[in-house]
C-alpha cells in the first residue's frame, strides 16, 4: 500500500507537491459546483441503462417477431446523443477526459496549472460560450416550426433533443468554471484552496 503524498507548503504559502495525477485543491464555490454536475452526470448514468434496454426490444421485435421500428431505432439516438452530451461535463470534473501527457507529464505543477488556466480561459471557455450563444436560436426554429422527424413514422419534438446542446453546454461552462478556480487556488492562493485534497 503506497503512501498519499503529503501536501507541503513553503514561507510563501505555495503548495510544492502534487500527487502524480497532478490533482488541484478544491475550493468552496468549486465544491458547489463540482457536486452539482456530478449529480447531473450520476442521473444521466441512468441513459445508458434505457439505451440497452431499448436496444434489446428492438433486437427482439426485429428478429423475434419481423417488426421494425423507426421511432425505437430513432429513440436509441436520442438516448446516446443526450447521455453523451450530459457526460461531457462529469468528464471535466472527474478528469477524465483525453489529454496528452506525454509533454506535461514532465513539467513543474504550478506550469501545469497555468497551462490548465490559460486553455481555460483562451480556448475551452470561448468556444464553450460560442456554442450556448449559438443553439439558443438553432432550438428556437426548431420549436417554432414544431421540428420532426424526417423519416416517415419518426419520433416527433426535435426541438427537446436539440434543446440538450444547450443544457450540455452550459453544464461543461460549469464543470470549466470549477476547475478554473482550482487552477488559481493552486497558482494565486485565491479563492482561498482547501487542503488536504479529496
Same mark, same amino acid.
Given at each position: 500500500?503506497?503512501?498519499?503524498?503529503?501536501?507541503?507548503?513553503?514561507?510563501?504559502?505555495?503548495?510544492?507537491?502534487?500527487?502524480?495525477?497532478?490533482?488541484?485543491?478544491?475550493?468552496?464555490?468549486?465544491?458547489?459546483?463540482?457536486?452539482f454536475?456530478?449529480?447531473?452526470?450520476?442521473? @444521466?448514468?441512468?441513459?445508458?441503462?434505457? =439505451?440497452? !434496454? /431499448?436496444?434489446? *426490444?428492438?433486437?427482439? $421485435?426485429?428478429? &423475434?417477431?419481423?417488426?421494425?421500428?423507426?421511432?425505437?431505432?430513432?429513440?436509441?439516438?436520442?438516448?446516446?446523443?443526450?447521455?453523451?452530451?450530459?457526460?461531457?461535463?462529469?468528464?471535466?470534473?472527474?478528469?477524465?477526459?483525453?489529454?496528452?501527457?506525454?509533454?506535461?507529464?514532465?513539467?513543474?505543477?504550478? @506550469?501545469?496549472?497555468?497551462?490548465?488556466? =490559460?486553455g !481555460? /480561459?483562451?480556448? *475551452?471557455?470561448?468556444? $464553450?460560450?460560442? &456554442?450556448?450563444?449559438?443553439?439558443?436560436?438553432?432550438?428556437?426554429?426548431?420549436?417554432?416550426?414544431?421540428?420532426?422527424?424526417?423519416?416517415?413514422?419518426?419520433?416527433?419534438?426535435?426541438?427537446?433533443?436539440?434543446s440538450?446542446?444547450?443544457?450540455?453546454?452550459?453544464l461543461?461552462?460549469?464543470?470549466?468554471?470549477?476547475?478554473?478556480?482550482?487552477?488559481?487556488?493552486?497558482?494565486?492562493?485565491?479563492?482561498?484552496?482547501?487542503?488536504?485534497?479529496?
Amino acid at each position: 500500500m503506497s503512501a498519499k503524498p503529503v501536501d507541503r507548503q513553503d514561507s510563501a504559502g505555495d503548495h510544492d507537491a502534487l500527487p502524480a495525477d497532478f490533482n488541484l485543491p478544491r475550493t468552496r464555490v468549486s465544491n458547489v459546483l463540482d457536486k452539482f454536475v456530478r449529480a447531473i452526470g450520476r442521473a @444521466t448514468a441512468w441513459l445508458w441503462v434505457l =439505451l440497452v !434496454l /431499448v436496444i434489446v *426490444l428492438q433486437v427482439a $421485435l426485429r428478429y &423475434i417477431f419481423n417488426m421494425g421500428s423507426i421511432q425505437l431505432e430513432e429513440l436509441q439516438w436520442h438516448i446516446y446523443a443526450v447521455g453523451f452530451i450530459l457526460g461531457l461535463s462529469y468528464c471535466l470534473v472527474e478528469d477524465r477526459h483525453v489529454r496528452v501527457d506525454v509533454v506535461a507529464e514532465r513539467l513543474r505543477p504550478k @506550469t501545469r496549472a497555468w497551462i490548465e488556466m =490559460l486553455g !481555460l /480561459v483562451l480556448l *475551452l471557455l470561448p468556444f $464553450l460560450t460560442t &456554442i450556448l450563444i449559438q443553439s439558443v436560436p438553432y432550438i428556437w426554429s426548431s420549436f417554432i416550426q414544431s421540428e420532426t422527424s424526417a423519416a416517415p413514422g419518426g419520433l416527433p419534438y426535435r426541438w427537446i433533443l436539440k434543446s440538450f446542446m444547450f443544457w450540455g453546454f452550459l453544464l461543461l461552462i460549469i464543470a470549466a468554471l470549477a476547475r478554473f478556480l482550482r487552477c488559481t487556488a493552486f497558482i494565486f492562493g485565491l479563492p482561498r484552496p482547501i487542503w488536504p485534497r479529496d
